[in-house]
């Protein structure tokens, strides 16, 4: 996945970089650095087949089981 794929499928999702890093931490229940999906973003390093994994998975969900999803890593970050 290209920065601007990832940008593109972050747009698409309705999420921010922010709310991608929580949407991470609350997924894998560890620290996600904010500035390692900035370089993902930016072409700095490369996406992880791992996250375009779960960029492809969050496309398939629900609007309505997403919000849940976001918000629940918002509580607990």
Do not use: C, Y
């Amino acid at each position: 996945m290209t920065p601007v794929e990832f940008r593109a499928a972050l747009d698409a999702a309705d999420l921010r970089q922010v709310d991608f890093q929580r949407l991470l931490a609350h997924l894998s229940g560890q620290p996600a650095d904010a500035g390692t999906i900035n370089r993902w973003a930016k072409g700095r390093r490369a996406v992880p087949p791992t996250v375009v994994a779960i960029l492809a998975l969050w496309h398939m969900l629900l609007k309505a089981k997403r919000r849940q999803i976001l918000e629940d890593a918002r509580k607990t970050s």
